[in-house]
């Protein structure tokens, strides 16, 4: 009982304090550019914190730690991918990015891309949204999973109430807050994270007696392909499946709940600062959560279900109230991740699909949008189960190739043509829905850069260079 009260009592505690963030929004919240960017007035902590803790979640806390538990010593080629995503980001994207959205007026990922790109700009629009609603759909049900697996367990519990429970407290203060909501909630659970995932390595490897004596017992605890630095694989097929483990990182610069951060970040010194920390808080979570997943089989008996490797790992290490607080409160940013995702697919639908830029009317659809998503993720958390790793992966990839090219290209040349900006865009996102079809290639490197390059191929060609722009203003 102990443990239960620990959980609960921060979990109130907790969400007490979202809600109050909601409220306090709220009266920040005067037009749809407040409610969807923040009017471009976000600072560095804010920026960098909130943009890598939307990015990550239940991913990066039970997913990475659930890939090294089971992968063994090949799980390490993932953290230098995605640190080197979050280097690209904050040194060459956020820059230009965010110069590129002052002068455009952009208040949406959709509407810069779509600008400028003639008789296609409906079209660009209408095929971006779907990417989104799609993709996200899956994104928030791997969070909502997340959630209601540990909920149902921690309480006994069953999933249906589980879920829907924490389904409900995210929808109020996204509702409520908006951008602001979402990004000051998710700096907080980005700050309990990062302290999570100091705290928990530390402490596993004090109990094993430090760095070297995990690395000893690895050897003994993984066997065979685990303890092999590219797994199963050799020659050409190790090098295909290093590069697609690192190319998860590939796909930063195309997540719209990321990219809007850069967006709606204040000024280039606030981007200088932003990038030492967001770049930091990387390192720290990613690495840290591969420590976890080591040390979760060295000191303790199989898991049945490793992404509860981290949860389980706590409960050993820590007694019963710090483990309830511990997990608790992590569980409590797993769940609310959600609320990123829930509102660029508002500002999808609304803003840009029905073009509600009215302050009443546009926020009231964004907040229908905001429960509707909210309806159908829950269904597919329920019905249509996956583990966490996979199905964030996949909305990952979808969106990175959908619009990482294009956005890239967008901030060198200023101006696509319409045609190959539309064809850039869908070429990226079907390919990825198609290629998951088929049997994956180790590290699944063809699903993941195959997308992405050809997508950019095409944007490159379709580009129009700033100086004929120029002129031709």
Request: net charge positive; proline share 3%.
């Given at each position: 009982?102990?443990?239960?009260?620990?959980?609960?009592?921060?979990?109130?505690?907790?969400?007490?304090?979202?809600?109050?963030?909601?409220?306090?929004?709220?009266?920040?919240?005067?037009?749809?550019?407040?409610?969807?960017?923040?009017?471009?007035?976000?600072?560095?902590?804010?920026?960098?914190?909130?943009?890598?803790?939307?990015?990550?979640?239940?991913?990066?806390?039970?997913?990475?730690?659930?890939?090294?538990?089971?992968?063994?010593?090949?799980?390490?080629?993932?953290?230098?991918?995605?640190?080197?995503?979050?280097?690209?980001?904050?040194?060459?994207?956020?820059?230009?990015?965010?110069?590129?959205?002052?002068?455009?007026?952009?208040?949406?990922?959709?509407?810069?891309?779509?600008?400028?790109?003639?008789?296609?700009?409906?079209?660009?629009?209408?095929?971006?949204?779907f990417a989104i609603i799609f993709a996200f759909s899956f994104?928030?049900?791997?969070?909502?999973?997340?959630?209601?697996?540990?909920?149902?367990?921690?309480?006994?519990?069953?999933?249906?109430?589980?879920?829907?429970?924490?389904?409900?407290?995210?929808?109020?203060?996204?509702?409520?807050?908006?951008?602001?909501?979402?990004?000051?909630?998710?700096?907080?659970?980005?700050?309990?994270?990062?302290?999570?995932?100091?705290?928990?390595?530390?402490?596993?490897?004090?109990?094993?007696?430090?760095?070297?004596?995990?690395?000893?017992?690895?050897?003994?605890?993984?066997?065979?392909?685990?303890?092999?630095?590219?797994?199963?694989?050799?020659?050409?097929?190790?090098?295909?499946?290093?590069?697609?483990?690192?190319?998860?990182?590939?796909?930063?610069?195309?997540?719209?709940?990321?990219?809007?951060?850069?967006?709606?970040?204040?000024?280039?010194?606030?981007?200088?600062?932003?990038?030492?920390?967001?770049?930091?808080?990387?390192?720290?979570?990613?690495?840290?959560?591969?420590?976890?997943?080591?040390?979760?089989?060295?000191?303790?008996?199989?898991?049945?279900?490793?992404?509860?490797?981290?949860?389980?790992?706590?409960?050993?290490?820590?007694?019963?109230?710090?483990?309830?607080?511990?997990?608790?409160?992590?569980?409590?940013?797993?769940?609310?991740?959600?609320?990123?995702?829930?509102?660029?697919?508002?500002?999808?639908?609304?803003?840009?699909?029905?073009?509600?830029?009215?302050?009443?009317?546009?926020?009231?659809?964004?907040?229908?949008?905001?429960?509707?998503?909210?309806?159908?993720?829950?269904?597919?958390?329920?019905y249509a189960p996956e583990d966490i790793f996979t199905r964030?992966?996949?909305?990952?990839?979808?969106?990175?190739?959908?619009?990482?090219?294009?956005?890239?290209?967008?901030?060198?040349?200023?101006?696509?043509?319409?045609?190959?900006?539309?064809?850039?865009?869908?070429?990226?996102?079907?390919?990825?829905?198609?290629?998951?079809?088929?049997?994956?290639?180790?590290?699944?490197?063809?699903?993941?850069?195959?997308?992405?390059?050809?997508?950019?191929?095409?944007?490159?060609?379709?580009?129009?260079?700033?100086?004929?722009?120029?002129?031709?203003?």
């Open positions: 009982m102990e443990y239960h009260h620990a959980v609960l009592a921060t979990l109130v505690t907790y969400k007490i304090i979202l809600i109050g963030i909601g409220l306090w929004s709220n009266k920040r919240n005067h037009s749809t550019q407040d409610y969807f960017i923040g009017s471009h007035t976000l600072g560095p902590w804010v920026a960098a914190v909130s943009s890598a803790a939307s990015a990550s979640s239940a991913w990066s806390l039970l997913g990475m730690s659930g890939a090294a538990y089971v992968m063994g010593i090949s799980a390490a080629w993932i953290p230098p991918g995605i640190i080197l995503g979050y280097v690209f980001n904050w040194f060459w994207l956020a820059p230009r990015l965010q110069r590129l959205t002052q002068e455009k007026k952009s208040v949406t990922l959709t509407e810069l891309l779509a600008q400028d790109t003639g008789k296609y700009k409906r079209a660009i629009t209408l095929l971006c949204s994104y928030i049900a791997a969070q909502f999973q997340a959630a209601g697996k540990t909920f149902a367990s921690t309480f006994d519990m069953s999933m249906t109430t589980s879920v829907v429970l924490g389904t409900t407290i995210i929808l109020i203060y996204t509702l409520l807050g908006g951008f602001w909501a979402v990004s000051i909630t998710d700096t907080l659970q980005g700050l309990l994270m990062a302290a999570t995932s100091i705290i928990l390595p530390v402490v596993a490897l004090i109990t094993l007696g430090g760095p070297l004596e995990l690395w000893a017992k690895i050897h003994t605890a993984f066997s065979g392909d685990q303890l092999n630095t590219f797994g199963a694989h050799s020659g050409m097929i190790a090098l295909g499946f290093v590069l697609g483990l690192m190319g998860i990182g590939l796909g930063n610069c195309g997540q719209p709940h990321v990219v809007n951060r850069l967006m709606a970040i204040k000024s280039q010194d606030a981007i200088k600062q932003g990038r030492i920390i967001a770049i930091t808080w990387a390192t720290v979570v990613y690495g840290g959560m591969v420590i976890v997943g080591w040390s979760a089989k060295v000191l303790m008996d199989p898991v049945a279900d490793q992404e509860q490797a981290f949860f389980a790992l706590t409960s050993h290490l820590f007694p019963p109230v710090i483990a309830g607080i511990i997990i608790a409160a992590v569980l409590s940013a797993i769940m609310s991740t959600a609320d990123s995702q829930l509102l660029v697919s508002a500002s999808a639908l609304s803003y840009d699909v029905a073009n509600l830029k009215n302050h009443a009317k546009g926020l009231f659809y964004s907040r229908l949008t905001v429960v509707l998503m909210c309806i159908v993720s829950t269904l597919i958390a329920l964030v992966l996949f909305a990952w990839n979808a969106l990175g190739a959908a619009f990482g090219p294009l956005v890239v290209v967008r901030v060198c040349s200023q101006s696509i043509k319409g045609e190959y900006a539309l064809m850039a865009i869908a070429t990226g996102f079907f390919l990825t829905i198609g290629l998951s079809f088929l049997p994956s290639a180790p590290g699944d490197y063809i699903e993941r850069l195959l997308p992405f390059f050809l997508a950019l191929a095409i944007a490159w060609l379709g580009r129009v260079p700033q100086q004929k722009t120029q002129m031709n203003g």
